[in-house]
C-alpha cells in the first residue's frame, strides 16, 4: 500500500478519509485527457474472437486511493502550495517482484476552491503485476477555524459578541462592534438601530474569493450575539420595570 509520510506538512494535512461512490467529476483543476477516434476514422474489427482477446489483455484497475486535503481559510484566501512525500511500490525489470520509490505530489491550492473539490493523480498506487495502478484522489477540507465558518457561497460566517445594553442603547451613543477579517484587519460595524440577537448584517467582499469570477469575494455575513447578564441588582431591575415596555 502506498505510504503518505505527512511529518514534511502542516498538521492536520493528509487526514485520512474515505469517501462513497466513485463519481470525480470535479477534480480541482486535474483534468483526464482521453484521445477518442472519430467513428469515420475507426477501424471496424474482423470478429468477435479479436474483441474477447482485447478484452482478455485489458488491465483492472486497483480501487482509488482516497485522502483529505486540509486548508485553512487564510490559505483558500491567498491560495496555496501543498507537498505530500509518498513511497510507493515500483516494479522491477522482471515485472514480478517490487521496490520501494519515493515520490512528491505537488498540488496548488487556488484562491477560493470549495469544500469537496477533488484532486487527481492517475495511477500513482503501488504498481502490481498485471494491474493498473491505483488513482489517489485528495479531496478538499476546510481546516477548522477559532473564528470563522465559510457557507456554501463561499461567504464568511461571523459570530460577534455584543453587550445587552450596547444592543439596546448603542445607536444612541454612536457605539460600534469591531469585527475581524481573514487579513487581520479589523472592520467596525456601527449600531445604528436596536440590535435583537441573531440580527444580521452583511460585510461586503470580505469573503473568501469567488473562483469563476475573476478578482472577485464574497462577502462576510456577522450574526450578533447578545450577550445576558447572568444576574442584575434590585436597583437595577427597577430601573428596567420601568423603563421597559411590557
Request: charged share 25%; proline share 9%.
Given at each position: 500500500m502506498?505510504?503518505f509520510?505527512?511529518?514534511?506538512f502542516d498538521h492536520?494535512?493528509?487526514?485520512?478519509g474515505?469517501?462513497?461512490?466513485t463519481d470525480?467529476a470535479?477534480?480541482g483543476?486535474?483534468?483526464?485527457?482521453?484521445h477518442?477516434?472519430?467513428?469515420?476514422?475507426s477501424?471496424?474489427?474482423?470478429s468477435?474472437?479479436e474483441?474477447?482477446?482485447s478484452?482478455?489483455?485489458?488491465?483492472?484497475?486497483?480501487?482509488?486511493?482516497e485522502?483529505?486535503?486540509?486548508?485553512?481559510?487564510e490559505e483558500?484566501l491567498e491560495?496555496?502550495?501543498?507537498?505530500?512525500?509518498i513511497?510507493?511500490?515500483?516494479?522491477?525489470p522482471?515485472?514480478v517482484?517490487?521496490?520501494p520509490?519515493?515520490k512528491i505530489?505537488?498540488?496548488d491550492?487556488?484562491k477560493g476552491w470549495?469544500?469537496?473539490?477533488k484532486?487527481t493523480?492517475?495511477?500513482?498506487?503501488?504498481q502490481?503485476p498485471?494491474t493498473?495502478p491505483?488513482?489517489?484522489?485528495f479531496?478538499?477540507k476546510?481546516k477548522p477555524?477559532p473564528?470563522?465558518?465559510?457557507?456554501?457561497?463561499n461567504n464568511?460566517?461571523?459570530?460577534?459578541?455584543?453587550?445587552?445594553?450596547?444592543?439596546?442603547?448603542?445607536?444612541t451613543?454612536?457605539?460600534?462592534?469591531?469585527?475581524?477579517?481573514?487579513d487581520?484587519?479589523t472592520v467596525n460595524?456601527?449600531?445604528?438601530?436596536?440590535i435583537?440577537?441573531?440580527?444580521?448584517?452583511r460585510?461586503?467582499g470580505e469573503?473568501?474569493?469567488?473562483p469563476k469570477?475573476?478578482?472577485?469575494r464574497a462577502?462576510m455575513?456577522v450574526?450578533?450575539e447578545?450577550?445576558?447578564?447572568t444576574?442584575?441588582?434590585?436597583?437595577?431591575?427597577?430601573l428596567l420595570k420601568?423603563?421597559l415596555?411590557?
Amino acid at each position: 500500500m502506498v505510504d503518505f509520510l505527512s511529518g514534511m506538512f502542516d498538521h492536520g494535512f493528509g487526514m485520512p478519509g474515505a469517501f462513497g461512490g466513485t463519481d470525480f467529476a470535479d477534480v480541482g483543476g486535474f483534468h483526464a485527457f482521453h484521445h477518442q477516434g472519430h467513428p469515420a476514422y475507426s477501424r471496424q474489427r474482423s470478429s468477435s474472437f479479436e474483441d474477447m482477446s482485447s478484452f482478455a489483455r485489458k488491465k483492472a484497475q486497483d480501487p482509488p486511493i482516497e485522502k483529505f486535503l486540509m486548508v485553512s481559510l487564510e490559505e483558500l484566501l491567498e491560495g496555496t502550495t501543498k507537498k505530500l512525500k509518498i513511497i510507493k511500490k515500483v516494479l522491477n525489470p522482471d515485472r514480478v517482484t517490487t521496490h520501494p520509490e519515493e515520490k512528491i505530489l505537488t498540488i496548488d491550492v487556488r484562491k477560493g476552491w470549495k469544500e469537496g473539490t477533488k484532486i487527481t493523480f492517475p495511477e500513482e498506487g503501488d504498481q502490481k503485476p498485471h494491474t493498473v495502478p491505483a488513482d489517489i484522489i485528495f479531496t478538499i477540507k476546510d481546516k477548522p477555524h477559532p473564528h470563522f465558518k465559510r457557507d456554501h457561497d463561499n461567504n464568511i460566517l461571523y459570530t460577534a459578541p455584543v453587550s445587552l445594553r450596547d444592543a439596546l442603547t448603542g445607536h444612541t451613543t454612536a457605539s460600534s462592534v469591531p469585527v475581524p477579517t481573514l487579513d487581520s484587519r479589523t472592520v467596525n460595524i456601527p449600531l445604528n438601530s436596536i440590535i435583537k440577537p441573531g440580527a444580521k448584517r452583511r460585510i461586503k467582499g470580505e469573503g473568501l474569493p469567488l473562483p469563476k469570477r475573476v478578482n472577485q469575494r464574497a462577502d462576510m455575513l456577522v450574526e450578533f450575539e447578545v450577550l445576558f447578564p447572568t444576574e442584575l441588582p434590585s436597583a437595577s431591575i427597577d430601573l428596567l420595570k420601568s423603563a421597559l415596555p411590557e
